[in-house]
Structures are given as C-alpha cells and as structure tokens.
C-alpha cells in the first residue's frame, strides 16, 4: 500500500514563514506530479503547487513568489516552503501525489491534512 506522510505546519504570525513536507512510502514503483492542497475555513479546497518528476512546478496566483515546492525524487518527497505568511493562508493544508506502485496502476493519494493558522 502507499501512504502520504505529511509533516510540518503549525502557527505563525504575519509575515512568518513555514515548511511542510510530505513523503510518500510503501512499494512505490515510481512518483508522478505531486502538489499541494489547501482548504480555508468554509472555502473549497484549491490547488496551491504542482511540482513534476522533472522538477516543472506551477502555482497559483496568491501564492507565487512566496510559496516554494520542491521535489526529492529518490525519498518521494514533496516539500512546501511557506514565507510571507498572511491570515488569507490559513488552512488545512494536503499533499497529493500521482504514484505508480509496484505491480499497480497509476493512483492518486491524499495525506490528512496539516493545519497552518496565521494571525496578524
């Protein structure tokens, strides 16, 4: 099986800075486009980045030049640098990634969820 491990998140101030990481485990033949998700209070869930296996990242607007994904391909891992913080961000914030397991077809896996409040 293939489980999301996400680890990160927490409480700033504005202006404050958070990384969230999440690392895929379990037979695992190969990762995809991994990203992140997020869900404000009373608000749907949006994406926030999208990273490739090569490293092509793709954010969205109220986040880019602030937020950084990265990508570790041999540990799958997918991490979030958060900077600049402002109380717009605060949200439970997902990892999602496309993973080919062994012996498997291509799925898609959620983490469960890492809270970043903000307060100003």
């Known amino acids: 099986q293939v489980h999301m491990e996400e680890s990160g998140g927490g409480s700033v101030q504005s202006g404050g800075s958070l990384k969230l990481s999440c690392r895929a485990s379990g037979r695992i033949q190969t990762i995809g486009d991994m990203s992140w998700y997020r869900q404000p209070p009373g608000k749907q869930r949006e994406l926030v980045a999208m990273?490739?296996?090569?490293?092509?990242?793709t954010y969205a607007d109220s986040v880019k030049g602030r937020f950084t994904i990265s990508m570790n391909n041999p540990t799958s891992t997918v991490s979030l640098q958060l900077n600049s913080l402002e109380p717009e961000d605060t949200a439970v914030y997902f990892c999602?990634?496309?993973?080919?397991?062994?012996?498997?077809?291509?799925?898609?896996?959620w983490g469960q969820g890492l809270q970043v409040t903000v307060s100003s």
């Open positions: 999602h990634g496309k993973i080919l397991p062994i012996e498997a077809d291509w799925s898609e896996f």
């Open positions: 990273i490739s296996p090569i490293h092509s990242t």
